[in-house]
């Protein structure tokens, strides 16, 4: 199970004594990102699961916060909802580098994509040549649901959701959904008062991105956010009072960070 979470946590100095908005910059998992046109082409495949060529549900992006672990730590991969039994197919042609069988996370890797909680073909051996939307690397476990598609290697750990590069196609057209908006005093449980913002504070975001209709299950409403950011304006919003480099951008998936990293972009409850 993945655990939501307040997020992410970006720091700010009121300048002087102005009145400021709080404008916040979101995107969704970026099939339809904007301001995409300057990433150069890279990698594309289809889905490892049929319709090979069509878009499917996202049911866990790209580092979402998850507490399965102690500490916590980002998701590596996504997950693509695939029946229990059902076959899990090969998205590059490649070699076969590792079949693990063992327990929940199972998995098969070819060169740089791990397909997890699968359980291999047993006709598999480490060193097969294996043939994009032929070759079946094995079925979905029972009572997973879904098979999880980590692209890179351990420690370099890419999006696969980004344009020109990884799944494709992918469509989507539901935007994220800004729940609310917090001001704490920095490092600190403590809200500020209703139009109060001064010192250094900690702006907290509950984003749920959505990647299906409203009601479809909660694993596809509530996806992790590929970028967030915020920038500051003017009463009027006729000026930006400050802006984070990169056009307000906070955090930005394309890669994943440290886990060690985690509990700073997303906000980490503290007691009292």
Known sequence: MKTYRSAPKGIFRKPGSSIILIC??????PGFMSGSANLKAADQFPWPVPPFNQSHYITGNFCEYRSTTNPAHFHNGIDIPN???????AVKNGTVDVIDPVGDAAYVRVDDIAYVHVLPNPAL????????????????????GHVHLTYGYVGGEKNCLLPNSGLTPFVDVWPPIIRYVKFLRNNTSDELPVGVV?????IVVKVDEQNGPPNYSTSV??????RIGYRILSADSSTIVY??????????FDTKPANSYVD???YKLRPG
């Not at 029946?83 to 197919?89: M, N, S």
């Open 24 to 29: 916040l910059v979101t995107f969704a998992i």
């Open 83 to 89: 029946p229990d039994g059902a076959p899990v197919y």
């Open 125 to 144: 051996n480490v060193g097969d040549p294996v043939t994009a939307g032929v070759t079946i690397l094995g079925t979905t476990i029972s009572g997973q």
């Open 198 to 202: 001064s010192g250094k504070v900690d």
């Open 221 to 226: 409403l509530n996806n992790g956010t590929y």
């Open 243 to 252: 802006e984070p480099p990169v056009n307000g951008t906070r955090f930005s």
């Open 264 to 266: 700073i972009v997303y």
